[in-house]
Every structure is written in C-alpha cells, then in structure tokens.
C-alpha cells in the first residue's frame, strides 16, 4: 500500500462518486463511503480488480479463455 495524502484520497473519492461507484455521506466530521454495488460501472471495476488480485499465471489463463 503507497502513502496517499488526505487531498489525494478526497479527490479521487470525489472522481468515484461523480462515476456513481461510490456514495458518500457527511454526519459531522465524519465522512462514509459506500460502494454502489448496483452501478454498471462497478460491477465492472470489481471484475477487473478480481483479475488483477490473482496471481500472474490465472491471469494469463483467463486471457486465454476469453
């Protein structure tokens, strides 16, 4: 995991919530961040991450097989 500042991760989870992957909420101070698993878009952001989570070698296969 890399060392992200606080501007960093804000903004990228306001380029996620402009997509509709996440929804994000304010109560207070505090900030909470909800996938929405019934966007198109992260279905398909959720597959890529599976692919890319396993190692190198099932990477290839799945190649193969699609």
Known sequence: MSNST???VNRNLR???SEGIVK?????RVK???LDIAN???KVLLQVLNI???PLHEQELYK???
């Open 64 to 66: 193969r097989a699609t």
């Open 6 to 8: 606080y501007s960093q």
């Open 24 to 28: 994000i909420r304010h109560y207070g």
């Open 52 to 54: 890319l989570d396993k």
């Open 32 to 34: 909470m961040v909800e």
């Open 15 to 17: 380029i996620l919530e």
């Open 40 to 42: 198109p878009r992260t």
